[in-house]
């Protein structure tokens, strides 16, 4: 084998190899990805409102306010 038939072939093992480390190696990072949404203004699974005012006036609305959860 010509050397740089031999140099191609040492280059190529040894990315391969460096490229399977790095996609086994655990890094110290996370994913974030979006949860559920939940109506905060709306009622539970129980029919209770979800947030309970008390010594002040409530109004009814007609929008949403979502609460957004994060899974990682």
Do not use: C
Not at 41 to 54: A, E, F, R, Y
Request: hydrophobic share 45%; no cysteine; net charge positive.
């Amino acid at each position: 084998m010509k050397r740089r038939g031999l140099t191609v072939l040492i280059g190529a093992i040894l990315v391969a190899g460096l490229f399977r480390l790095l996609t086994i190696a655990p890094v110290p990072y996370a994913e974030y990805v979006p949860g559920p949404t939940f109506d905060t203004l709306g009622k539970d699974s129980t029919g209770q409102d979800v947030i309970k005012v008390s010594g002040a006036p409530v109004t009814q609305s007609k929008g949403q306010l979502r609460f957004l959860t994060v899974g990682v």
